[in-house]
């Protein structure tokens, strides 16, 4: 059942959990993220970047493809489909191609120009329907080229881009995207507790939600996070299932290089990931 992420997260914010964004990068993925969902009953969010979107052709492809194959499987848990770390432009050819949701980046511009382009297109989405999701504070790592350092976001912008009435906000509090390095220092919990203060109560979203561990995910959620972002960790996953099975030779018994055979691993392996998630978010039965 595709809807906007709005309610979704507000019904998160309330229940002390976070719905999980896993992020999408073809048929496998998509098809496993919606069964596993709709196997814990928990609501989700499909994430697509701006390099994946035009990996799979386009949003306008990615769009079609999500709404028939979440009527084909029958799905009945919400689902958002949302556009991760999107440019001013891309954020708005979203909206055109059908997505229920946007996450307009503005954390490279200085806070006026953020502010502006983020009223432009609060008021956009939300005469669509579409929510919205805004960012202060750049996230450290790499994302479709973006490179960030893992700036703490300021609590008084936060405040600023939080009062335009976007429906969730990220903010930076060291969290990166990829793989964390060993000399990663973790998150900074007062810097969130002193946004999710200046912020309202509104949603909060954790990027980079691959390798954080347990007891951090946990406390971010009891901070206000509602939303966490989950994409490298499933590539992981996919591409080490992946690797074993051609190592084994299964490809070359039978007929096992067929893509669906020589697929099939990797995408149990994504639902294996997604439910670990799900548990440790707390969603499940919270359709």
């Given at each position: 059942?595709?809807?906007?992420a709005t309610n979704m997260l507000l019904k998160a914010r309330?229940?002390?959990?976070?719905?999980?964004?896993?992020?999408?990068?073809?048929?496998?993925?998509?098809?496993?993220?919606?069964?596993?969902?709709?196997?814990?009953?928990?609501?989700?969010?499909?994430?697509?970047?701006?390099?994946?979107?035009?990996?799979?052709?386009?949003?306008?492809?990615?769009?079609?493809?999500?709404?028939?194959?979440?009527?084909?499987?029958?799905?009945?848990?919400?689902?958002?489909?949302?556009?991760?770390?999107?440019?001013?432009?891309?954020?708005?050819?979203?909206?055109?191609?059908?997505?229920?949701?946007?996450?307009?980046?503005?954390?490279?511009?200085?806070?006026?120009?953020?502010?502006?382009?983020?009223?432009?297109?609060?008021?956009?989405?939300?005469?669509?329907?579409?929510?919205?999701?805004?960012?202060?504070?750049?996230?450290?790592?790499?994302?479709?080229?973006?490179?960030?350092?893992?700036?703490?976001?300021?609590?008084?912008?936060?405040?600023?881009?939080?009062?335009?009435?976007?429906?969730?906000?990220?903010?930076?509090?060291?969290?990166?995207?990829?793989?964390?390095?060993?000399?990663?220092?973790?998150?900074?919990?007062?810097?969130?507790?002193?946004?999710?203060?200046?912020?309202?109560?509104?949603?909060?979203?954790?990027?980079?939600?691959?390798?954080?561990?347990?007891?951090?995910?946990?406390?971010?959620?009891?901070?206000?996070?509602?939303?966490?972002?989950?994409?490298?960790?499933?590539?992981?996953?996919?591409?080490?299932?992946?690797?074993?099975?051609?190592?084994?030779?299964?490809?070359?018994?039978?007929?096992?290089?067929?893509?669906?055979?020589?697929?099939?691993?990797?995408?149990?392996?994504?639902?294996?990931?997604?439910?670990?998630?799900?548990?440790?978010?707390?969603?499940?039965?919270?359709?």
């Open positions: 059942m595709l809807v906007n309330d229940g002390h959990y976070a719905v999980g964004q896993f992020n999408i990068n073809n048929l496998e993925w998509t098809k496993s993220i919606l069964l596993t969902a709709q196997e814990l009953n928990s609501p989700v969010i499909l994430g697509v970047s701006e390099g994946a979107g035009k990996y799979m052709t386009g949003f306008k492809t990615v769009a079609a493809m999500v709404k028939a194959m979440d009527e084909s499987l029958g799905i009945t848990v919400p689902v958002a489909l949302h556009l991760d770390h999107g440019t001013y432009e891309g954020a708005k050819a979203c909206v055109a191609a059908g997505f229920t949701s946007i996450m307009f980046d503005g954390s490279h511009y200085d806070i006026d120009e953020n502010v502006a382009k983020t009223t432009e297109l609060v008021a956009l989405a939300h005469d669509h329907g579409l929510s919205i999701e805004a960012e202060v504070g750049s996230i450290g790592g790499e994302e479709d080229g973006v490179v960030g350092m893992g700036e703490i976001a300021d609590p008084e912008q936060c405040a600023k881009i939080a009062g335009l009435g976007i429906d969730f906000l990220a903010a930076g509090i060291g969290n990166i995207h990829g793989k964390y390095p060993a000399n990663w220092k973790g998150l900074d919990f007062e810097a969130l507790d002193k946004i999710h203060g200046a912020t309202n109560n509104i949603p909060l979203v954790l990027h980079g939600g691959t390798g954080i561990p347990d007891d951090m995910i946990k406390k971010a959620i009891s901070l206000g996070v509602s939303k966490i972002n989950v994409n490298t960790e499933c590539q992981l996953s996919f591409a080490d299932a992946t690797r074993k099975y051609i190592e084994a030779g299964k490809d070359l018994q039978g007929k096992g290089y067929d893509p669906r055979k020589l697929l099939a691993p990797g995408a149990e392996a994504i639902k294996a990931t997604v439910r670990e998630k799900i548990a440790l978010f707390g969603s499940a039965n919270k359709a």
